[in-house]
Nanobody, 120 residues
């Protein structure tokens, strides 16, 4: 089992930055099996969408809406991943969730979510 805990959300004005963190704990065996590390978000009335993903070997993908503004990264030593969000916009308002999975089609573990609200 793997537990994921997000932090770093909040209420901010447009244009500022936030950094979200997702700390993983639990079975070392399970944690080490994970190959995909993702951030999703869900805005009110909308479906959950992928924001960014990073693989164990360092391949990274971003949603078009956040390219150039958000950066995903991992700290392997501390089993933590981050989402640096710059130039925030009101449309970035959502609950942000971290997720890890063994493979590209695996979404094994989810965090509880952290609210990000961007005011104009």
């Amino acid at each position: 089992q793997v537990q994921l805990v997000e932090s770093g959300g909040g209420l901010v004005q447009a244009g500022v930055s936030l950094r979200l963190s997702c700390a993983a704990s639990g079975s070392s065996f399970s944690i080490n099996r994970m190959g995909w590390y993702r951030w999703f978000r869900q805005a009110p009335g909308k479906q959950r969408e992928l924001v960014a993903a990073i693989t164990r070997v360092g391949n990274i993908i971003y949603a078009d809406s956040v390219k150039g503004r958000f950066t995903i990264s991992r700290d392997n030593a501390n089993n933590t991943m981050y989402l640096q969000m710059n130039s925030l916009k009101p449309e970035d308002t959502a609950v942000y969730y971290c997720n890890v999975g063994i493979g590209p089609q695996s979404y094994d573990y989810w965090g509880q979510g952290t609210q990000v609200t961007v005011s104009s």
